[in-house]
């Protein structure tokens, strides 16, 4: 099965930026999720393999239940350890940037940093319109995840033989997490050749799965629990649903980053529901609401997060966010709904 990404001399060119790059600074997006992760560490490690020195940098806190992920303790996180993380990008030859097509994604601070590099740069992502110009641009966003353009493009340098269990792991992570477990944007052929080969690598794709859908503290299960429970509104005849998350709930349940991860999906288990949206006030700053999208079929969250959420991502998982009130939120979903009620 052919599961190359690039043409003959795309892949030359890649080849020639690599072997004349000696530091390498990986980065992906602010709250990094499993796809975003993934593949930077598995890109890393196989940079690491071809004689060069790649450090990744994260924007902020990641998840609690991505913590075991093989070769993160060793990232830097730019909010925490800025010094060090300019350090690393002062003296980089290379910027790799990872699942993200804009810098700002990132964050204010970091952004200001990225935008004064001079060095070489590279994109390797999924999300439509990068606005990321580099040196070499791979941006594939019929892709299912980054990992698995990274897994592509390892595939086609010649790298697979020498990938180890660890990067295997980490990919696999990212291709699982961005698919909801395989359960969407994941029916190519292709995509489950590639999970055969990483088997081979003699991963636990079982474990992996634990690791991150069955470690739930009580208190994530309870706030679950009581969203679905008392939070969750039905807009109908448009096959709509949407809850809040509002800092008091948090405040109730010992909110952790990453306990509300997964939830707006639960909404599409109800027949007929075609789209499920998730309103959450951000833990600190005021009038700042993070926006989830889920949706089945043809539903485009993307279109639909980009109109009304500042935000985009793909046809069935988009995000962005709004500066308004929670109440005020809740009055945009509705009439953002509205407006799309002839594809719902």
Not at 193 to 201: D, P, V, Y
Not at 285 to 311: T, Y
Request: with cysteine.
């Amino acid at each position: 099965m052919n599961i190359n990404l690039l043409k003959d001399d795309e892949l030359a060119h890649l080849r020639s930026l690599i072997a004349s790059t000696e530091k390498v600074a990986i980065v992906c997006h602010k709250n990094a999720d499993g796809d975003a992760l993934g593949s930077s560490l598995g890109w890393a490690e196989y940079l690491r393999q071809q004689g060069k020195e790649a450090q990744l940098i994260v924007p902020d806190m990641y998840p609690d239940y991505l913590q075991w992920l093989p070769g993160l303790q060793q990232s830097i996180r730019y909010d925490k350890k800025t010094d060090k993380a300019k350090e690393v990008l002062k003296e980089a030859d290379m910027i790799c940037y990872m699942d993200l097509n804009t810098i700002s994604r990132t964050g204010d601070e970091m952004q200001k940093e990225l935008e004064g590099f001079e060095g070489k740069t590279v994109l390797i992502d999924h999300h439509e319109s990068p606005e990321i110009k580099g040196d070499v641009m791979i941006s594939f966003p019929k892709m299912s995840s980054t990992s698995e353009m990274v897994f592509r493009l390892i595939w086609q340098l010649g790298g697979f033989d020498e990938m180890t269990k660890n990067m295997a792991i980490d990919i696999y992570c990212g291709m699982m997490t961005d698919t909801g477990g395989f359960t969407y944007n994941s029916s190519k052929p292709e995509i489950f050749f590639i999970i055969s080969q990483l088997l081979t690598k003699e991963i636990d794709k079982d474990k992996i799965y634990r690791n991150i859908y069955h470690v739930y503290t009580l208190n994530r299960m309870r706030l679950c629990s009581y969203v679905i429970y008392q939070k969750l509104k039905l807009l109908t005849p448009q096959r709509a649903a949407y809850f809040t998350i509002s800092k008091e709930d948090m405040k109730r349940f010992d909110f952790k980053k990453g306990d509300a991860e997964g939830l707006v999906n639960k909404p599409l288990q109800i027949k007929d529901i075609r789209l499920s949206i998730s309103l959450r006030e951000d833990t600190e700053k005021a009038n700042l609401i993070w926006v989830s999208l889920r949706s089945v079929d043809n539903f485009p969250c993307d279109e639909m997060a980009a109109r009304f959420f500042n935000g985009g991502g793909h046809k069935n998982a988009a995000g962005g966010k709004l500066e308004c009130t929670l109440a005020k939120a809740e009055e945009t979903v509705k009439t953002a709904v509205r407006e799309y009620k002839n594809y719902l």
